[in-house]
């Protein structure tokens, strides 16, 4: 697979940007995204965007070493191989100083339903990031309480599911 992604600030508060994953054997796009944001998370920031992805199987790894759910440094959520065609409006906001919301909505054109919901508090807790989040994917609804060490953001310990164990 080639990965390509772009990102353009023509402004402080305007990024635009894109990634396309093209499968090189086939000659086929796998998966694209585009969208634009507009704003700054420290204060309000809105992003709109529109991800389109095929139905091949893909490896679980790219080249850069990341996942299909992330290749991109993004958490994007269409995870499902089927072909799919999302809109995904995503609003953060500030709080207070040491909190910041979030609401994101994902739209399924093929389905022609709201294919995921997701509504996040998340605290500053000096060392610590803590977030309380509802979500709601395939009519099923989660609460979850997440805990992040800010100098190790991507580091995590999986406690449910078929595989426990600490992960990067």
Not at 137 to 154: C, G, M, N, S, V
Request: contains cysteine; negative net charge; charged residues 25%.
């Amino acid at each position: 697979d080639f990965v390509t992604r772009v990102r353009i600030r023509p402004r402080p508060d305007v990024t635009l940007w894109g990634t396309v994953v093209a499968n090189m054997d086939r000659g086929a796009l796998d998966r694209v995204q585009i969208g634009a944001g507009f704003g700054t998370p420290d204060r309000l920031r809105l992003d709109i965007s529109y991800l389109y992805q095929n139905d091949a199987i893909q490896d679980s790894l790219f080249a850069m070493g990341s996942t299909l759910a992330d290749e991109a440094g993004e958490n994007v959520t269409a995870l499902a191989l089927d072909e799919n065609h999302y809109l995904n409006l995503a609003l953060a906001f500030r709080i207070t100083d040491k909190m910041r919301g979030d609401i994101r909505y994902e739209y399924d054109f093929i389905e022609n339903d709201l294919a995921r919901q997701v509504y996040q508090v998340t605290r500053d807790l000096h060392c610590w990031m803590g977030a309380l989040r509802l979500e709601e994917e395939d009519h099923e609804t989660t609460i979850q309480l997440l805990l992040w060490l800010k100098a190790f953001p991507r580091l995590g310990v999986d406690a449910g599911g078929s595989e426990s164990g600490l992960s990067m």
